[in-house]
């Protein structure tokens, strides 16, 4: 049976880019959130989780569900799967890496390359919704 990583993310987009953040030692950007604690509700993790890595204030009525992703963990066995289950929401503060998070980075179809596996699933369904630009054709 497939062993699933349920996630919590949130999808901050500004001028057609995505935030993703890169954990120390690691190359692939991915979305920001994590783990529920026992006990806790999505909005009360994401707050946590969003709060511990990149600073910020998640203003928790603004929290809005987006949808679900499902992906291939990176760097796990075939069969290792991560959910994402992604909400937007406004945010107080200024964005800035925090605990293991080395960098912050906007993205959009251009760096696919750069992107974790459930990141590019994500980022795929927010282009055909034109939430984020698309990669740009290179003559």
Same mark, same amino acid.
């Given at each position: ?12 987009? @500004? ?6 953040? @890169? ?8 979305? =920001?959130?994590?783990? @529920? ?10 707050? @946590? ?47 800035? =890496? ?42």
């Amino acid at each position: 049976m497939d062993k699933v990583i349920d996630k919590l993310a949130w999808l901050y987009i @500004r001028d057609g880019k995505l935030l993703t953040v @890169r954990s120390k030692g690691k190359t692939l950007f991915y979305l =920001p959130g994590g783990k @529920r604690e026992l006990g806790e509700t999505d909005e009360q993790a994401l707050i @946590r989780e969003i709060k511990e890595e990149i600073s910020v204030d998640l203003v928790s009525d603004t929290i809005k569900y987006v949808d679900t992703f499902t992906a291939q963990a990176d760097g796990k066995d075939d069969g290792v799967f991560v959910q994402l289950t992604c909400y937007v929401a406004e945010y107080s503060g200024e964005l800035s =890496p925090d605990a293991e998070i080395e960098e912050l980075k906007f993205v959009d179809g251009d760096d696919f390359a750069i992107c974790s596996l459930a990141t590019k699933v994500a980022m795929d369904w927010l282009v055909a919704k034109a939430w984020v630009a698309e990669a740009s054709v290179n003559e």
